[in-house]
């Protein structure tokens, strides 16, 4: 029987020191890989597996003190509205306890200024009621004068006419204020 023979075409060798040749370079290449190239594959490859498995450590070791500091930025951000909120109540008691102390200034300054008030309101009628007792007793005097056609110049005696004239004016208007309240 005969082995059929597979047309190779142009990569049929035409001799026989061709296929030699090539298979020696085919050797010669596969021992230049494997003992230069493949190590130097096999060297990237380990670094940059650790460099990645570094990272990847260096990440979780990162993310957990990015974790820590979260906890330590919420503890302080808690501290710091606990703070706050003590401050806000300070103030507002602060606040509060001003507000009653201009309360009680201004109750005092009120009192005060209605005291000054009546005083100088008494000083006035004081003062209105005798420059009232003097024109009236001096018109009430000549008045009379001419009534009785004598000069009452006595000012002792015209004193004590115009202080009974008053009494009996004021007692007079008393009883009629009394008289109108009961009516």
């Given at each position: 029987?005969?082995?059929?023979?597979?047309?190779l075409?142009?990569?049929?060798?035409?001799?026989?020191?061709?296929?030699?040749?090539?298979?020696?370079?085919?050797?010669?290449?596969?021992?230049?890989?494997?003992?230069?190239?493949?190590p130097?594959?096999?060297?990237?490859?380990?670094?940059?597996?650790?460099?990645?498995?570094?990272?990847?450590?260096?990440?979780?070791?990162?993310?957990?003190?990015?974790?820590?500091?979260?906890?330590?930025?919420?503890?302080?951000?808690a501290?710091?509205?606990?703070?706050?909120?003590?401050?806000?109540?300070?103030?507002?008691?602060?606040?509060?306890?001003?507000?009653?102390?201009?309360r009680?200034?201004?109750?005092a300054?009120?009192?005060?200024?209605?005291?000054?008030?009546?005083?100088?309101?008494e000083?006035?009628?004081?003062?209105?009621?005798?420059?009232?007792?003097?024109?009236?007793?001096?018109?009430?005097?000549?008045?009379?004068?001419?009534?009785?056609?004598?000069?009452?110049?006595?000012?002792?005696?015209?004193?004590?006419?115009?202080?009974?004239?008053?009494?009996?004016?004021?007692?007079?208007?008393?009883?009629?204020?009394?008289?109108?309240?009961?009516?």
């Amino acid at each position: 029987m005969m082995v059929p023979m597979i047309d190779l075409g142009p990569l049929l060798p035409h001799h026989l020191s061709e296929l030699i040749m090539g298979v020696l370079l085919m050797i010669v290449l596969y021992i230049v890989i494997r003992w230069k190239v493949t190590p130097a594959f096999e060297k990237m490859y380990d670094e940059r597996r650790e460099a990645i498995e570094g990272g990847m450590e260096r990440a979780e070791k990162a993310q957990a003190e990015a974790e820590a500091a979260l906890q330590r930025y919420e503890a302080q951000l808690a501290d710091a509205r606990a703070e706050a909120a003590s401050i806000r109540e300070d103030a507002k008691n602060q606040g509060a306890q001003i507000l009653s102390e201009m309360r009680e200034q201004a109750n005092a300054e009120s009192a005060r200024l209605v005291a000054n008030a009546k005083a100088q309101i008494e000083a006035e009628r004081t003062k209105v009621l005798g420059q009232l007792r003097t024109e009236v007793g001096g018109m009430a005097t000549t008045l009379a004068g001419r009534i009785v056609g004598e000069s009452l110049d006595d000012d002792e005696r015209a004193r004590r006419t115009v202080d009974r004239f008053i009494a009996d004016l004021e007692t007079h208007s008393s009883t009629e204020s009394a008289g109108a309240g009961r009516s």
